[in-house]
């Protein structure tokens, strides 16, 4: 097979993904922060792999991104104006404007699935653990986030080409 090949593309696609996901994860999880920086690498390589390898219009990669980023920040703001307080961060916001790059608009749903339940996971295993938990704690999402925009980018052919 040809170093030029899509699937060499797109294998080295989804090793950059990892690292940057990965990199993410420990960020988020030790600081609370996922950086400007690995969530414009995460867009800008998600765009070039939805655009170059995987054959979609750039304008349309673009519009499902800024649609996410504008629907996530109008809940968060909604979500600070009720509660009071902070429920999803600005980096989380721009992660799954980032994230809808890679599995676009219709992979975001399942991908914020996966991140739900392993963040309810994680949860009920701190508390399982004998952890005090109360409801204004912070959580690091970017960990789950990520493992949710991974385990879709993976099964992306098994989720988008069911049979009807």
Request: with cysteine; hydrophobic share 60%; proline share 3%.
């Amino acid at each position: 097979m040809s170093f030029f090949a899509p699937l060499d593309w797109l294998n080295a696609a989804t090793v950059l993904l990892l690292i940057l996901l990965l990199s993410i994860s420990w960020i988020d999880f030790r600081h609370m922060i996922i950086p400007n920086i690995l969530n414009a690498g995460l867009a800008l390589i998600g765009i070039f792999v939805s655009v170059l390898i995987l054959q979609n219009s750039i304008l349309s990669v673009m519009l499902q991104s800024a649609a996410v980023v504008v629907f996530f920040w109008a809940i968060a703001q909604l979500y600070i104006r009720f509660r009071k307080a902070y429920g999803l961060g600005g980096g989380d916001v721009k992660f799954l404007g980032a994230a809808a790059c890679w599995v676009g608009i219709l992979g975001l749903p399942w991908a914020l699935l996966i991140a739900c339940l392993s963040g309810l996971t994680f949860v009920l295993c701190g508390h399982l653990m004998g952890y005090k938990l109360r409801a204004e704690q912070r959580l690091a999402f970017g960990p789950h986030l990520s493992l949710g925009l991974f385990a879709t980018w993976m099964m992306r052919d098994a989720i988008f080409n069911f049979p009807a």
